[in-house]
């Protein structure tokens, strides 16, 4: 089973590895991905981001997502965990850590959740530019990411 | 029916959630009753190609049908991660 | 330049990743593979690993393996730190940290190092196993897994 | 010439590493010389689909030429990471 969590709070890296690590030696691999804020957006210098989200809805998504990638690789661990509310270049927004026997796997379960998170998830960016707040629009490059895993 | 807006939807139509008393029979139909009410819910649902539904938390489509639903949700292609 | 470090000590994964992290906020990803010792090897327990190497070729090997990488990526940072020695299982073998602007740039750069770091840096692993120790043998999908690279 | 062995070479060999006076011309023809030395040299060098040779710390072949190398190793197939 996933750990799937939405929070507002910070989230530490090394503490989440370290929770799916525990007590255990079967682990070969872990694979992690951080996103983060960038103080660049659209060409533009980006001072603050809030991010708005579908309570529920979220959760929802987020271990459906889970769960396709838990039937689809080997895991031994997998966790998601997405803040939501205001956050400032540099902020952490999103962690994924998947645990398994052999490194392709937790590669590719990490890169999976993290292309359907970016379609699926009912998230939104806003940011806050010198020419005041604007919505951040869906890239195409995502739904060609999320597409690569149904031709697969 | 809970009628919930997100992003900028939510910004345009100026609520971020609405009880609605609705006979739409599918989705399209009840964008049609909206967008028809006043000029923010117009201007909200005028690109279609740009909203996204979601019925009881499920991602859906315009042609789906609204029977036994409780929670329709509209909102922009999502842009989380 | 990337870090490359090859050492007896452990090392900390969020303080390598908070390291990368610092002072910046530019970075959009960054993805990090863990290596573990396994309990099992060859469908045999495995009760301990000694990690042997070739002292000033791993360093330039990994350097190069780096270097490989920075030159077909974006990257920001890049850090390679890779164990030597007694180790047991649970324990960490490897940490490789990519960042970049970009998810796809950050996950394909982590794999690329592995990959290429499995078939060309100069460490031999042996496993004490209850029928005494072993030399690992080197895995067909290893060669096939760097192969990849080449192809694309 | 100083040359390295590593791994289960090393240990067949019974040295990690020794200085070899050699006219050897190539990888090839020292692999011979060694081989002919003693058994243990010999089983070492009796699979050389399972030898990897480095010179001066950079994978190499058994064709390549001697010339100028002052460090040879000699491995088995690495198994890092």
Redesign the interface.
């Known amino acids: 089973m996933a750990v799937i969590r939405v929070q507002a709070e910070d989230f530490d890296l090394g503490r989440e590895v370290d929770a799916v690590r525990a007590g255990r030696t079967d682990i070969g691999a872990v694979v992690t991905f951080t996103g983060l804020v960038r103080d660049m957006g659209g060409g533009q210098p980006v001072s603050a981001m809030e991010l708005e989200h579908y309570p529920g809805m979220t959760e929802a998504a987020l271990s459906q997502i889970a769960a396709e990638a838990e039937a689809r690789w080997p895991l031994q661990a997998l966790s998601v965990i997405h803040r939501y509310g205001a956050l400032n270049p540099g902020d952490q927004i999103v962690l994924v850590v998947a645990a398994s026997p052999h490194r392709a796997a937790a590669f590719d379960a990490a890169s999976f959740v993290m292309d359907y998170l970016k379609t699926r998830a009912p998230f939104w960016k806003k940011e806050t530019t010198p020419d005041g707040a604007r919505w951040v629009d869906a890239r195409e490059e995502d739904d060609a990411a999320e597409a690569r895993w149904r031709d697969a | 029916m809970k009628v ?1 807006y ?3 939807m ?1 910004e345009r139509i100026g609520l971020p959630s609405e009880n609605v008393e609705t006979s739409a029979g599918t989705v399209r139909a009840l964008v049609a009753e909206l967008a028809a009410r006043e000029e923010r819910y117009a201007a909200a649902f005028a690109d279609m190609r740009a909203v996204r539904v ?1 019925l009881d ?3 859906s489509d315009l042609d789906a049908p609204l029977d036994g639903v409780r929670e329709v ?1 509209f ?7």
Request: charged content about 10%; hydrophobic content about 55%; aromatic content about 18%.
């Open positions: 919930l997100f992003a900028w939510r979601a938390q499920k991602m949700a909102f922009p292609p999502m842009t989380g991660g």
